[in-house]
């Protein structure tokens, strides 16, 4: 937390960190909820409610983002810049697999506009809709999404170069994505190059987020003047053609490549493992 802390976050216009504690700083949400991984969808639940109750018409985009991202705030809003539309919107890093068109990776963190928590948190409120409680956080608010008709916006540039990078920097610099990332990722067309407005890392060490942070802020390399009119276009990224030959593929608990064709009528099935109320976790 103290490298997020210390550098990019203060480029927000408003941030907290959710722990569990009794902390009494103005910037954390004091939760009661247990640490632990398989308690992050609880959390990111609870964060995600208390956005909505208390912040929901003062902000037009949420972030939500792990202890060990690093962001380009700065790149970021240029993105969402480039949205004109008022209807929902969930932006990341796109990963194809367990819902008919994917969820976006958690570690790079993830974005929704105001519409999109509006539809979040009424998916929240349908009993069986939504996993509250256990399994992959950025799995179930993208099932959550999706189940709510919100659509997943491109947010690779012109160049159809990624902004949100899932994996480590050292990974990109050495052409050395690891095997998940390859085989989840939607966008194949650039696979591995990032693009020049590059939004976010995962996994970054406290002292490396402020080296980076001190270089992006105090340096700048010279170059002919960019054309950054309409370098992201922001379209909806239709599902996949036919999702039954899509190689490889992994599907839900319970669920099929077959269940995920006919879209409509996978959103209507209640059929959440776990409710919020199940003191399992998987």
Known sequence: MEGVNETWVQDCDKYFFVMTSK??????????????????????????????????????????????????????KFLVSHYKGQEPAYIGSHLKMFAPNGYMAGGCGYALNREALKKLIKGYQK??????????????????????????????????????????????????????????VRNRKQMGQISQYTISYHQLSPDFMRRLHFVIHNMKVFQPEIDTKNYFSMNQVPPIKDIRRERPFLS???????????????????????????PKRT
């Open 23 to 76: 902390n009494s700083s103005h910037d954390v949400l004091n939760v009661s909820i247990p640490e632990g991984r398989t308690y992050l969808t609880d959390k990111v639940v609870y964060a995600f409610q208390y956005l909505h109750d208390h912040y929901l018409n003062e902000y037009d985009w949420f972030v939500k983002a792990d202890d060990d991202t690093y962001m380009i705030v700065e790149n970021l």
């Open 127 to 184: 009993p069986g809709l939504c996993r509250l409680t256990g399994g992959a956080e950025d799995l179930e608010t993208g099932r959550c999404l999706a189940k709510m008709g919100v659509p997943i916006i491109s947010s690779v540039d012109k160049y159809d170069k990624e902004t949100f990078q899932a994996g480590e920097l050292d990974e990109y610099r050495k052409g050395n994505l690891p095997g998940w990332i390859q085989q989840y």
């Open 252 to 278: 839900y608990f319970f669920e099929t490549r077959q269940s995920y064709v006919d879209i409509e009528a996978w959103r209507q099935k209640n059929n959440t493992v776990l409710t919020h109320d199940s």
